[in-house]
């Protein structure tokens, strides 16, 4: 009961600022929101299309936008809520058929459209196939008029024709193929990859920056008046380690729940991934004692723990993944432990492996726990003694 007690206090100590709370957890969540909308991969990008004409051109129109696999076709009320939609970026881009659209092609006219868009990649792609959806159209619309005049037949008759002399054309096909391995699965989601990332990245962080709980304590001689009780030095080093522990674990399932149910995340195997965090977790806990039993104050606590946990995750493939580094950078990124978690949610996430294929990372973690936890642990009971 004494471990759980010292625990407790210790981690109660973190939570109680309310700056603690920001950067444990909504931090996290709000950088996997970021990173996955700037650089998430597998989406559809939106076009919003507002059909003021309602005809039957316009309608070909927009079933002709919905033919781009890579793209989705919102339909928006009036031009001023697309507008606003893609000034806000709930739309990468927009589009407005007037009134009077379908009258101005069967009269031979030029209808003027309004295109909406954003200064990014998303938004050029979109163009393009706006454009070619627009140009179909037209071309349609002139062949049938040619027909309408020279066979002397209605619009629609020669719309008609037209259409099916379209369709049956010769058309170009285009194939993409990826050669060799690609790095990552064309079916990870948006989120799917920031949000392992940055799992790792800030419970380890966290559990650094934490040790300031243990420099405070021995600061205050809060440790020195426990061993005054009979309580022994071990109960004071197990309590101390369940409360960095009980922080780092329940820091990272806030990022897995949280992720998955605001973001769509998958984390594969739940066994496996539930493993790896618990792992992972207790490699924080044990870099923490050691940072806590060697460093003199809560500045530098913070200033090291910050240095460590940024320069470490950035090595170790928490901020680009690791598929991207050359070999020697690879190999260089596997004397940290945060490869090596990275390898097992990447096995889990990516390759729909489960707790038996992350068995060799998690063994490479534990040793990572059990030295830095020795090594903690030794430093910790000569300075409390």
Sequence with gaps: MKILAIGLVSARGLVRDRTNVFFVILFPLLLVLVLGTAFGGSYQPRL????????????????GARQAAYL??????????????????????????????????RAGGRPVLRQFARQDLDAQQIALAVRGA???ELQTARAARFAQR?????????????SSTSAALPRVTVTSETTGTPLLPQTLGRYDLGASSQLILFVFLTSLTAASGIITGKRLGVARRMLATPTPVRVILAGEAAGRMAVAVAQGLIIMLGSALLFG????????????????????SGAAMLVGSVLRTEQQAIAVGLFLGLGLGAL??????????????????????????????????????????????????????????ALGTWRLRRTLT
């Design 134 to 136: 627009i140009a179909r």
């Design 265 to 284: 995340v998958r984390w594969g195997d739940p066994l496996g991934a539930a493993a790896v965090l618990l792992m992972f977790s207790l490699v924080g």
């Design 48 to 63: 919003g299309i507002v059909d003021a004409d309602r005809g039957a051109l316009s309608q070909r129109l927009v079933e």
């Design 316 to 373: 170790g493939g928490s901020m680009a993944p690791l598929e991207v580094f050359s070999p020697p950078v690879r190999i260089a990124a596997h004397f940290t432990p945060h490869a090596w978690a990275s390898d097992a949610f990447a096995e889990l996430v990516r390759r729909g492996g489960g707790l038996a294929d992350v068995l060799p990372q998690l063994g490479v973690l534990a040793a990572f726990a059990a030295v830095l936890f």
């Design 72 to 105: 989705r076709v919102e339909l928006v009320p009036d031009e001023r809520t697309l507008r606003a939609d893609v000034e806000h970026g709930r739309l990468q881009a927009g589009l407005a058929i007037p009134a009077g659209y379908e009258r101005a092609l």
């Design 150 to 162: 020279e066979a002397r037949i209605t619009f629609d008759q020669a719309l008609g024709i037209a």
